[in-house]
Structures are given as structure tokens and as C-alpha cells.
């Protein structure tokens, strides 16, 4: 591992096995993740994109092991937290955190505001009464929200200031690392913006790692340092930012990428359509997942699956490359 990787996950799988009805056994799996391999540097922000469904989510959960991935290796600062113990696992959730897509679901409604923010706290024994009010009211200076916020409860706030108080809860252990699952999707356009220039100012001053998971390209753009893109449970092209909105070398990155919105009326872009629907990851297709969708499959993509590999300082999965 690479003394400037914060993290590194070496071939991640994870299945979900489908049941015919209430009384039949399983019949099959869904590959949510399929031997994923990926890094994140210190300090960085990695995004990953992809359509809905595609795994991106259930990633984030294996990394923090929120769910037990089935095979792989997920090295935290050099160790592989897969093989730690319940108690040393605990220990380490203190530096890794999560936050969510809904921030309504998220918290308790029968917890405050100060409660639902100083539960981490309680449970790894940080701090105690009057300190942990001290903590809960400068977690929430940090994060935008007014004093006397710690004593009311979710429903009372919009979905800007609940997403503000999940990113307060996220961050009161001090953590060195965060998996932001999708965390603006849920908030009006007018509000991701502020959410958005909130974690990237909290990454500056704290010295934050991100999982910034999102199917916005617009906002990744804006915030991440490097791309990683998935299809079906599998990464299919990383790398830096500017170099996978400025030259895609994935059919299914280009094919994103020409899907964002253009702000002026005169601009055109080459819009690239594909074709077919997104195959069911319970029967995925032999060879290249993505050929009976991509424009530039060839005969060799039906029967060969490519594998994840470097091209020009950046790592692609096609056999076009």
C-alpha cells in the first residue's frame, strides 16, 4: 500500500442471494460489487458514479463494514480492517463515518437534535455532561446551525438543516475518513450548493478524506480530485477529474458525461445514446458487461471480459484500449 493512500480496496465482492417466494430456497445472487480494486489518497476526494443500482452504495457499506463483504481486502492506514475483531473494529468506526442520502431517515424523531449528534460520543466514551454539551454546540457552530438547535427534535428543521445535523453527527468523533452516500440528492437544487461548499470547506479545515458517492456529474466535477466510474458492480474507468471530463476514454463515461445539462441554449454537444436497457445484475451478460449497450462493442466483448488497466496514467476497463 502506498504510504499517501489513506485507503485501498483490493478485488471487494459482494452478492445478495434472491429467494423465488416466501417457502422456495434461493434461486440465484445479485453481484452488488464485483471484485472492485481501488484507492484514495490522503486528504482526497474520491467520486464514484454511476447509474442507480449499479453498487455504489453497497461499496461505501462494505468499506465501513456496515455490511460484511463477502471476499477482498479493505486496507485502512496499511491495515486490513476486514480481519480485525468486533472490539477492534470499533475503535476504528471512530475514524471511518458515514453520511447518508436521507437525512429525515437518519436521525431518530424521538432523539434531539443534541442527542442524535452526541450518541457517538456516549457510546466510545469521548465525553461526558457538560463537555459533551460543549462538543454537540461547537459541532453545531461548525456545521451552520444555531445553539439552541441541541434541544429540538428532526421534524422541526428542513432537509438542508437535518443534512447539516448528519454531517455534525459524522464528524464528532473526529474522523479521518468519510463516505458521503449521495448526500444532496435529496435536497432541493437551491440548497446543494451550501451542503456542497460545506464539505468541501469542513475537507480543507479538518483534513478529510471523502467516498463521495453521487450520480450528479456536475457537482462531482466541482468537488472530487479523482472519478472512479461503476457499472453492474464493477469499476469500468479511474481517473483524475479533469482528465475523465475532458477525455473520456469509456464508452459508458462518455456516454454520462454527455448526459449533463448544458447552461447555454447556443451550446451543442454530441449526445451519445445507448441503446437497450440496463441489464439485470442478477443475469448479467458474458464477456464485457456493457456490450449489448455500448456503440463500440466488438465480437471480442461478447465471449472476453476486459480487465481494469492502466492506459496513459489512468486505469480503463475496455478492450478498446
Do not use: W
Not at 441489464?279 to 462493442?297: E, L, Q
Amino acid at each position: 500500500m502506498s504510504d499517501d493512500n489513506l485507503l485501498e480496496i483490493k478485488n471487494l465482492k459482494k452478492s445478495f442471494p434472491v429467494n423465488g417466494s416466501s417457502f422456495s430456497k434461493d434461486v440465484g445472487s445479485v453481484k452488488a460489487v464485483n471484485d472492485v480494486s481501488l484507492s484514495i489518497a490522503k486528504g482526497k476526494v474520491l467520486g464514484l458514479v454511476g447509474e442507480s443500482g449499479c453498487g455504489k452504495s453497497t461499496l461505501g457499506r462494505c468499506i465501513l463494514r456496515l455490511i460484511e463483504p463477502d471476499s477482498g481486502e479493505v486496507y485502512y492506514e496499511g491495515r486490513n480492517i476486514l480481519g480485525l475483531t468486533g472490539k477492534e473494529m470499533k475503535g476504528k468506526r471512530r475514524e471511518m463515518q458515514i453520511i447518508f442520502q436521507d437525512p429525515y431517515a437518519s436521525l431518530n424523531p424521538r432523539m434531539t437534535v443534541g442527542d442524535a449528534i452526541g450518541e457517538g460520543l456516549v457510546v466510545h466514551k469521548v465525553a461526558k455532561r457538560k463537555e459533551k454539551r460543549e462538543k454537540i454546540l461547537e459541532l453545531l457552530s461548525m456545521v451552520g446551525l444555531r445553539p439552541d438547535s441541541i434541544d429540538k427534535y428532526p421534524h422541526e428543521f428542513s432537509g438542508g438543516q437535518r443534512q447539516r445535523m448528519g454531517i455534525a453527527r459524522a464528524l464528532a468523533l473526529y474522523p479521518k475518513f468519510i463516505v458521503a452516500d449521495e448526500p444532496v440528492s435529496a435536497l432541493d437544487v437551491s440548497i446543494q450548493a451550501q451542503i456542497i461548499n460545506l464539505l468541501e470547506r469542513l475537507k480543507n479545515e479538518l483534513g478529510l478524506t471523502y467516498l463521495f458517492i453521487s450520480h450528479d456529474l456536475r457537482i462531482v466535477e466541482h468537488l472530487c480530485d479523482r472519478v472512479a466510474v461503476m457499472y453492474l458492480g464493477e469499476i469500468v474507468e479511474i481517473a483524475d477529474t479533469s482528465d475523465i471530463y475532458s477525455n473520456p476514454l469509456h464508452p459508458y463515461t462518455r456516454a454520462l458525461l454527455s448526459a449533463i445539462p448544458v447552461a447555454d441554449p447556443e451550446s451543442k454537444r454530441e449526445r451519445v445514446i445507448l441503446t437497450g436497457d440496463l441489464p439485470s445484475p442478477m443475469y448479467p451478460p458474458t464477456g464485457c458487461p456493457f456490450h449489448p449497450r455500448c456503440m463500440d462493442a466488438m465480437d471480442r466483448c461478447k465471449t472476453e471480459a476486459p480487465t481494469l488497466r492502466e492506459e496513459g496514467g489512468r486505469r480503463v476497463s475496455c478492450h478498446l484500449y
